[in-house]
């Protein structure tokens, strides 16, 4: 009977390994389990990339808080977002943080060793027609002011100055 016949295994056997199964997750999630071939730019500049996509949520309330009343929102609560700093962890981005309108998204452990510890500046400034546009900036808050700011060669092109 069919229960009586030996299961194979046509994708996988049982002589694998640990690394075998290590390497095929990695293959399978589109990851390089050995060196990162790209250029170091790249990665930096991507990983900022991501962190101001992060911050969207953030700009978008922001945005809408200045529509509305014509103020910038002064902290996260103002903006709709939780009081932590960190809810807004994701990749390479630790926390967000909101000054009366700046964004600050602080690159935590999982971002490249360049950034780590390093933040993006997001200002807000306000056009002729009252609308608001973003730029990075070189220079954190006030009350962020012992942060290093990452370097403006790796802005993405919506951030740039």
Not at 106 to 134: C, N
């Amino acid at each position: 009977s069919a229960l009586d016949r030996p299961v194979r295994r046509r994708w996988l056997s049982a002589d694998v390994g640990l690394y075998g199964l290590a390497m095929l997750a990695c293959v399978l999630l589109g990851l390089n389990a050995h060196a990162d071939d790209r250029p170091k730019t790249a990665v930096l500049k991507e990983q900022v990339l991501e962190a101001y996509y992060v911050s969207a949520v953030a700009r978008l309330a922001i945005s809408e808080r200045w529509s509305g009343t014509r103020r910038f929102a002064a902290d996260r609560e103002a903006a709709g977002m939780s009081r932590e700093p960190t809810d807004t962890r994701f990749g390479p981005v630790a926390s967000l943080h909101i000054f009366h309108g700046v964004v600050v998204v602080v690159f935590g452990d999982k971002a490249d060793d360049a950034l780590v510890g390093k933040a993006l500046v997001i200002m807000p400034i306000v056009t002729e027609r009252s609308k608001i546009s973003w730029r990075c900036a070189s220079a954190p808050p006030a009350e962020l002011a012992d942060l290093a700011t990452v370097p403006a060669a790796y802005y993405p092109d919506a951030c740039q100055t």
